[in-house]
């Protein structure tokens, strides 16, 4: 599978879910600079999946692993789930309101 096989909303979905998991967990600090380090060795990476995906989905059910990997093969994709965690980490849903206490 390539990047290219994946459509546009369904490259969104996964990017999406991704990037919330993360600022659910509140990583959203070391993904950004996992990520932001890794980007010149995203094919690398992506190829190292693909050689261990009979190993990770024998143990676990990822149904989604091999379109990831393909995603992971272009730096533009890393770039885009980078400003998605940014931008789900602004949203106001995931901001606590501020105790304003009289002083």
Do not use: W
């Amino acid at each position: 599978m390539f990047a290219s096989d994946i459509s546009v909303e369904r490259r969104e979905e996964i990017l999406t879910k991704i990037a919330q998991k993360v600022v659910d967990l509140k990583l959203t600090p070391v993904a950004i600079v996992m990520l932001e380090s890794s980007k010149p060795l995203s094919f690398v990476g992506s190829q190292l999946m693909v050689f261990f995906q009979p190993i990770i989905t024998s143990l676990f059910p990822f149904h989604q692993y091999d379109e990831l990997a393909a995603l992971l093969e272009e730096r533009t994709n890393v770039e885009s789930l980078i400003q998605t965690i940014e931008r789900l980490e602004d949203e106001p849903r995931n901001k606590k309101p501020r105790d304003h206490k009289a002083e």
